[in-house]
């Protein structure tokens, strides 16, 4: 509670703020006020007989009887037979359970004029006779008023400008003081919105008044019937009698009733605001109760006659009926900019490789045009941020609440009041909008609207709608006669968003969720192709073996029956076919290693946790000859840990990297260790006291069939030995690198999984 | 039991001049039998047919085959010659090119005998088919000249 409230509610000590309000109004019940206006005379009537069953007190004056007289009388013996029988008739074709109808006009007497309306309820008939003006009715002049304010209503390019004209032409139509457009928000209580008075008056344009201004029942009755006047705001009412409908044996229900006399509390608030009469007209968004047009007159009452009544309620339709579309135009350039946008982001989001870029890398971004500070999206725990945000972490805590709330999209313009911890960060994020990118996910865009501390004018302090005083041992609340200016500001709360808002983020997550579908679809599709065209490629690797092969082993062949057969050929031409037969042998060779190599790329990978233990000691069974042979000592220092993989890639690797490390050695001692560093991922090594490996050569150790020494040196081989371990371990994820000292040694080092990335 | 001189081994290969070198090393290696050399499918089936249906000729001791065959794939023939009533029991050794596991699966699935790879080097190949023809001719028993009669055998 803020100081200024402290300090109003010091100054009344017997009476606290919190515990009077108009709740006792909301249970009023204000349609059974069993009274009239002294503007009308009522009549409850039982059908078909049309008998006198209640009737207003001030019948007996008007028809010159007596109230007894009047009580047990008759249409025909009070309107005169004529008008009964055309009373009669209207009552047989017109529906009357709702609205009062006119029904006709009735002259009684010289100088009394009445328009008689009729309606239903609860099994009698109510008709209500109210006084008509002197003049006749202009009524082509109000049709063409009329015609006039719907087109120039028609022609407005939002929603202010056209309640800013709608006020103004019903103040023109009804001659009123002052002319307001009322809008209901959210929690009962209402802004003035537009406004047209008379000048010298103050203004009501901006001010909040509370719900309890506008009670309940209040709303009620005003959502039943478009027009309520109250032409004279200090009537003395007119009881019915007898008070209680003989015939139901209750209250006489005037929901319906044009005339009916209004709740004290109302006009107490009305003559505590100034008024002296008013008239307002219903307006209704969609069939629901959005607002009210309220004409009040501060000099004197005001009797709006009939027709020009007519006339306000059928402006209150065309309003009702055109501020949808008003409203949408003033969303509208604001909602083709956001969609401009989004369209475009949705062409990225097609065109990157990861959705999320196109969501947040090109201008413009998800947060482009939006009425928003900051935007997030989050997938398995990755945040990114644009804008003005919470701290990731924090954006992670509010996904893991909001996931568990059901929605797809989703708002608040109160995160706190639902999610506490955001009271943390509310300056950034008072009010969130979020999709959902699959229900079972906390994968989700949020979009952040910062706080609005919002100063709201309150007509007169809203804490305190009543007032009491004490009339001798009575106690009577009465509704506050103070409308001064009071401010209030609202904290923990941002602008809320509209429903628009929330079909474009739905629309947007439509986008994503095809995207990211048609994604995995191309995936698959393009998965499905690899391995057609893996499988093609391993026949083709075989083909072509075969092929080179072919001929090959031909050569080879009849150049070992030449040498074999023919005893004329000398020892030089039996040499070059030796030669012959080398060459063919190499290039068999070669064609195995690149039929190898090819097999290595295209073969499917068995990832599966392997005891590397058993691997290396099954490469130390096979390479044990060899090592032996080249007096190579094997050093293993310690146990290996698991690891996924494919343990037969595995164990080549290893064999080949053994095999290379005994074989360019010319030490006279010479040594192989083989153990692991603890990283991650796990980084194997293979570590000689070799050769070494000129730096100046590190390009291409790992080049195919680029061998670094004459063919004769360290036993020969392919060349082809170091690109396929080399791809054996791309095909793990891992990589191989080496560091070596010419004439020391090299160690070859190797990961079986892709590096974790930082951040 | 040694097979019957008379019965042939049968090569079917496209490539002469492998035929023409595993003859030479069949003559070097001292075998007797006879050697028939059919280049495809096609002479595969006629021979079949011809040597078979009638009943004369005396059935292969053994069939070298090769897989990779133009029109007919080695494989392909390798079922028609397990479904011929004729052949169906001979041994079937494939010889092929390369060593594709899945050609090699394939090949015993369809009841290959043995798989081998041919060896570039001429003196591996003169190894190998020593080797072959010491365990088909020398030690293992094969299947007779002529096809029993049914309800003979035993």
């Known amino acids: 509670m803020d100081q200024a409230t402290k300090a109003a509610q010091s100054n009344e000590s017997s009476v606290t703020a919190g515990n009077v309000d108009l709740s006792n109004c909301d249970r009023e019940l204000i349609q059974y006020s069993a009274a009239i206006q002294p503007h009308g005379l009522l009549l409850v009537l039982h059908e078909p007989e049309l008998r006198v069953v209640q009737a207003s007190a001030n019948a007996a004056a008007v028809f010159d009887l007596s109230m007894e007289n009047v009580l047990t009388s008759n249409a025909e013996a009070l309107l005169g037979a004529l008008n009964t029988d055309q009373l009669r008739k209207r009552l047989g074709s017109t529906k009357l359970d709702g609205s009062p109808v006119h029904l006709l006009r009735l002259d009684v007497g010289d100088k009394q004029r009445f328009h008689v309306f009729g309606h239903r309820i609860d099994g009698v008939l109510i008709l209500e006779l109210e006084m008509a003006g002197d003049g006749a009715a202009e009524t082509l002049d109000l049709y063409s008023e009329l015609r006039m304010a719907i087109s120039r209503l028609q022609a407005t390019g939002s929603l202010d400008e056209f309640m800013n004209l709608a006020v103004e032409q019903i103040r023109e139509l009804t001659g009123f003081d002052r002319v307001m457009a009322y809008r209901f928000l959210e929690d009962g209580s209402g802004d003035v919105t537009a406004e047209s008075l008379k000048p010298g008056l103050l203004p009501y344009l901006g001010l909040r008044y509370p719900a309890s201004d506008i009670p309940q029942p209040a709303r009620r009755l005003f959502s039943l019937t478009w027009v309520r006047h109250l032409p004279d705001v200090s009537y003395e009412p007119i009881p019915i009698l007898p008070e209680t409908n003989p015939l139901t044996n209750g209250p006489l229900d005037l929901s319906y009733a044009i005339t009916r006399s209004v709740s004290v509390m109302y006009t107490d608030y009305l003559k505590n605001m100034g008024a002296k009469a008013t008239l307002v007209i219903t307006i209704l968004k969609k069939g629901e109760l959005w607002g009210l047009i309220s004409c009040m007159n501060h000099e004197r009452p005001v009797h709006i006659q009939y027709e020009t009544r007519m006339a306000c309620e059928f402006l209150g339709h065309m309003i009702s009926l055109l501020m949808d579309s008003k409203e949408e135009i003033g969303n509208y350039r604001y909602k083709l900019k956001v969609a401009a946008a989004w369209n475009q982001v949705a062409e990225y989001m097609v065109r990157e490789k990861d959705f999320r870029d196109g969501l947040t890398n090109h201008e413009p971004t998800i947060l482009t045009n939006m009425d928003a500070g900051g935007a997030a999206v989050i997938v398995k725990g990755d945040v990114r941020l644009l804008g003005t945000t919470p701290t990731a972490e924090q954006v992670l805590s509010l996904t893991a609440w909001a996931a568990t709330q059901a929605e797809t999209v989703f708002s608040t313009d109160r995160l706190s009041s639902l999610y506490p911890p955001a009271e943390a960060f509310q300056q950034a994020a008072a009010g969130v909008m979020g999709i959902r990118l699959a229900r079972n996910t906390a994968d989700m865009i949020l979009w952040f609207r910062p706080e609005l501390t919002q100063t709201v004018n309150w007509a007169g302090n809203p804490e305190k709608p009543v007032e009491v005083s004490f009339e001798g041992d009575s106690v009577r609340l009465t509704p506050r006669r103070s409308f001064e200016l009071w401010k209030q500001s609202v904290s923990g709360r941002s602008a809320s968003w509209e429903s628009w808002e929330l079909e474009a983020a739905g629309d947007l997550r439509r986008n994503i969720v095809e995207v990211v579908l048609q994604r995995a679809e191309e995936v698959s599709l393009l998965n499905r192709q690899l391995e057609q065209s893996n499988l093609e490629l391993d026949s083709f690797a075989y083909m072509a073996a075969h092929d080179l092969k072919e001929p090959l082993r031909s050569i080879n062949s009849f150049s070992g029956l030449l040498r074999a057969d023919s005893a004329q050929l000398d020892a030089k031409s039996k040499k070059h076919l030796e030669t012959i037969q080398t060459l063919t042998q190499r290039m068999d060779a070669l064609i195995d290693s690149l039929l190898e190599y090819s097999k290595v790329g295209s073969m499917e990978l068995q990832l599966v946790p392997v005891n590397l233990n058993t691997i290396v000691e099954r490469v130390v069974q096979t390479t044990k000859n060899r090592l032996d042979e080249g007096n190579v000592a094997l050093r293993i220092p310690r146990i290996f840990p698991m690891a996924s993989c494919d343990a037969q890639l595995v164990e080549e690797v290893l064999q080949n990297l053994i095999t290379n490390a005994a074989k360019y050695n010319d030490k006279s001692e010479r040594w192989i260790e083989i153990g692991y560093q603890e990283q991650n991922p796990v980084t194997y090594f293979v570590r000689d006291n070799g050769i070494g490996i000129d730096p100046q050569h590190a390009e291409h150790v790992f080049q195919i069939f680029r061998r670094l020494h004459a063919r004769h040196q360290f036993g020969g081989g392919s060349g082809a030995g170091l690109t396929i371990t080399r791809r054996m371990i791309q095909r793990h994820g891992g990589r191989i690198w080496f560091e070596s000292t010419p004439g020391e040694g090299s160690t070859f080092y190797f990961t079986l999984g892709p590096e974790k990335r930082e951040g | ?154």
């Open chain 2, 1 to 154: 039991m040694r097979a019957d001189i008379a019965q042939p081994i049968v090569i079917i290969d496209d490539s002469y001049e492998d035929v023409e070198i595993t003859t030479h090393l069949l003559k070097e290696l001292g075998v007797g039998h006879p050697v028939v050399h059919l280049p495809d499918g096609e002479a595969t089936r006629l021979y079949i047919q011809n040597s078979g249906n009638d009943g004369h000729g005396p059935r292969p001791v053994f069939i070298l085959l090769d897989l990779n065959l133009p029109v007919v794939h080695g494989h392909d023939l390798l079922l028609e010659i397990r479904r011929s009533d004729w052949v169906r029991t001979v041994p079937v050794l494939i010889l092929s090119t390369t060593n594709n596991p899945r050609d090699v699966e394939r090949c015993y699935a369809s009841g290959a005998n043995s798989f081998f790879t041919k060896p570039v080097d001429f003196d591996k190949q003169r190894r190998m088919l020593a080797v072959i023809c010491e365990y088909w001719l020398g030690y293992a028993a094969t299947p007779l000249s002529a096809k029993p009669e049914a309800g003979l055998s035993d």
